[in-house]
Each structure stands twice: as C-alpha cells, then as structure tokens.
C-alpha cells in the first residue's frame, strides 16, 4: 500500500468502518489517530525518531532534564571533556533512584566525582524542555561535563497541518489497521471486525519490526568479513 496523507487515512477510516461524518467526526477521527500512533510507538522502536540532545552537567547538581517530546530515555553518555561531546566518554549505567540514594546519599563536595549512573526521576507533566521530566546522576558532578542524551522522541502526529508522517509514509498499513482497532472499539462494532483488524495489525508491526533491525545490520562488505567468490562445479 502506498502512503497515507491524512486526509486519505481518514476517508479509509470511514470507507472500511461505513460510518459518515455524522458519527465519526473531525474530532473523534483525530483521536482514533492519535491513539493509534501512540499505541505504534509503545510497540515499535522507530529508527526515524531517535533523537540526541547536548548539555552540560552543572557542579553540584543531582538532576537534569529531558529533552522536549522524549517518549523514553534510551541511554546517557558524559564525556570526560567540559568544553565538547569529543574524545574520551563513558555511558551510564541505568539504575533505579533508590540505587542512585544509597550509592551517594549526600551532594557534599566530598562525595562529587564523574558520574558513573543514571535514574529516571519522573516529574513528566508535559512534552516541554521543562515538563519533560528529569533524571537523576551519581555521583554528583564534580565539574562541568559534556553529556548527550540518547532518546526516542514523540513526533508530530497526523493531522490536517501536517498532512504526512513516517508512519504514515513507511507503515500505513499498521497506522490503517491500528485507527480501525480504535474506530470499531469507540462504535463498539463487532468482535470479528475488531478481531480481524486486531490480527493484520499485529501481522505488519511483525513485519516492521522486521525492517527496522534490518536496517541495523552492517552488511557483509562494511562488516569486515572477506568476501571470496566460489566457483561453480562447472568451471
């Protein structure tokens, strides 16, 4: 199937449920969306959307936020430089904040140093800079390092202004399939319609899924395995 353009998707909504305007409103069909490209996120890492984010830990202080839009923290690299993301750097180990507590329960000077840990420290009340949530490091920092932020980001979702995604680019079957889940779920329409959406959608996240791991795979000429051609019993 070729792409959707979000007026596209919400006409197949209709055409595949045969429920009009009347029922199926503006409102109500971006929702369906909506909810259908949230569910996609939480069941598909999508290469597209990850996303990094630079900053500077400050001495002395335990948290930090989270970039803007971030659906989850995937890791956390500070660099042993205060001036750039180059050279020598380490990744933190996640940890819960009861970890972070006990390994350094203090933020005295004393107990500061390069920080060897990460926690998630909640807080999210947004999709903001602000109200993105924060987390924790431990040891506090000693000095002002470099770090970056390795993130899967929310994007902007379908919509009247902003007519295409990735999604519903290189995955309009699963996005066509996930908004009829949602659609028959609101009608409250027959189980075997649900059931059957239910199951192709499951199928092309299968399939997707599928596709992203194979666009991390290095292939055989950049992996460092020597290519010797065989010949053929008949040469």
Do not use: W
Request: one cysteine or more.
């Amino acid at each position: 199937m070729a792409g959707f353009t979000y007026d596209n998707l919400v006409t197949d909504i209709r055409n595949y449920t045969e429920v009009d305007s009347n029922v199926l409103t503006a409102a109500i069909v971006n929702r369906i969306i909506e909810d259908a490209e949230f569910r996609i996120l939480r069941d598909v890492p999508i290469d597209a959307y990850k996303k990094e984010s630079i900053g500077t830990l400050v001495v002395g202080q335990e948290t930090i936020n989270v970039p803007a839009k971030t659906l989850f923290v995937k890791s956390v690299q500070v660099y042993d430089s205060t001036s750039a993301t180059t050279g020598a750097n380490t990744f933190l180990e996640k940890k819960d904040m009861s970890y972070l507590q006990e390994y350094v329960p203090s933020t005295e000077s004393t107990s500061r140093a390069k920080p060897k840990y990460y926690a998630m420290f909640g807080g999210a009340t947004g999709v903001s800079d602000t109200t993105s949530g924060r987390l924790a490091v431990a040891p506090v920092p000693d000095a002002t390092y470099k770090f970056k932020i390795h993130y899967e980001a929310i994007p902007d979702g379908l919509s009247s202004s902003n007519t295409t995604t990735y999604v519903s680019l290189y995955f309009p079957n699963g996005l066509l399939y996930a908004c009829l889940v949602e659609a028959y779920g609101f009608l409250k329409g027959p189980i075997d319609m649900l059931t059957l959406y239910e199951n192709k959608y499951k199928q092309e996240v299968e399939k997707f899924a599928a596709e992203q791991l194979g666009r991390r795979k290095r292939d055989d000429y950049t992996d460092g395995t020597v290519r010797i051609p065989i010949p053929s019993a008949r040469q």
